[in-house]
């Protein structure tokens, strides 16, 4: 598993300030602004380490570049004027793949704990990598409280960014994929009548 891979790091930071942005918590000099990019950060770096499980995918997306946000911007109508204006590079380093399945995590809950078991299941017990756990046997990994569970404030401050339907159209541009690599397509099957 990649993990904390510091080769990661650029498509991490860039699609969670793509999240941010598009369904912003409020003034960018707010707590409310910080705890939403908190779970925005959480849920991406999840889907980033799903997405890219090991040290080679890592390092060879930080070579080849993720694809940039062009799609997500339109699909969220949130284009920006002039994407080659100065300050607008980190557009390139934001994965589509992995905002989507960020939306899918941040808007449903049993995807979300269903993303992070994985992600702690595949991280072998033997590498000294520093790994998410829990405070105590059983509970949840700290490193991802604020996405598998906010609190109040957390819930307010996220309003925009964990919207189901505020979200569908990104979610919807991947989800598929995760539910297949997270064995969840069953939980999704309607019920026959």
Request: aromatic fraction near 6%; glycine fraction near 6%; charge should be negative.
């Amino acid at each position: 598993m990649a993990g904390p891979s510091t080769a990661l790091s650029p498509v991490i930071a860039a699609s969670t300030h793509w999240l941010a942005r598009a369904y912003p918590g409020g003034d960018s000099n707010t707590v409310a602004h910080t705890l939403a990019e908190l779970q925005a950060r959480q849920a991406v770096t999840v889907a980033a380490w799903l997405r890219y499980p090991t040290e080679v995918d890592a390092a060879l997306v930080a070579i080849a570049g993720p694809g940039g946000s062009a799609l997500l911007d339109w699909k969220a109508g949130s284009e920006p004027e002039d994407e080659f204006a100065d300050g607008e590079g980190w557009r390139t380093w934001v994965d589509e793949v992995v905002v989507s399945w960020a939306a899918c995590l941040l808007a449903d809950p049993m995807l979300a704990r269903r993303g992070v078991d994985s992600v702690i299941a595949a991280m072998p017990v033997s590498d000294p990598r520093p790994r998410p756990h829990a405070r105590r046997p059983g509970g949840l990994p700290t490193e991802f409280r604020r996405l598998l569970q906010p609190d109040a404030r957390d819930r307010e401050a996220a309003a925009l960014l964990r919207h189901p339907d505020l979200l569908e159209p990104i979610a919807a541009m991947h989800r598929d994929t995760l539910l297949y690599l997270l064995d969840a397509e069953q939980d999704r099957t309607p019920l026959a009548a």
